[in-house]
């Protein structure tokens, strides 16, 4: 019944920008704490950055004034603004939403960046 699913990820140069969209059903998004998680191939999944149901943010220091993440509950969506993006943002990226009884997530989209 609950379904996340991430797109807007690709292909893109040093320096480039993206932006990442996890769209949600099934559960009340307005409530919900939202995050994003990356992964590389052969390493522990990071959390990148969390948006809680009161607008809080909070980022990882890698991403720090480079990375905004936002939310439109009336289209119960997440976004992921990357901005100057590096090689080692090189991952695929997950959108994950908690609330007091479970944790859902996505099946992540790619984002490759180039030197």
């Known amino acids: 019944q609950v379904q996340l699913v991430e797109s807007g990820g690709g292909l893109v140069q040093t320096r480039g920008s993206l932006r990442l969209s996890c769209a949600a059903s099934g559960i009340p998004f307005s409530l919900a704490t939202m995050r994003w998680y990356r992964q590389a191939p052969g390493k522990q999944r990071e959390l990148v950055a969390t948006i809680t149901s009161s607008g809080s943010t909070t980022y990882a220091d890698s991403v720090k004034g480079r990375f905004t993440i936002s939310r439109d509950n009336t289209e119960n969506t997440v976004y992921l603004q990357m901005n100057s993006l590096k090689p080692e943002d090189t991952a695929v990226y997950y959108c994950?939403?908690?609330?007091?009884?479970?944790?859902?997530w996505g099946p992540g989209t790619q984002v490759t960046v180039s030197a």
């Open positions: 994950n939403a908690l609330n007091r009884f479970s944790s859902h």
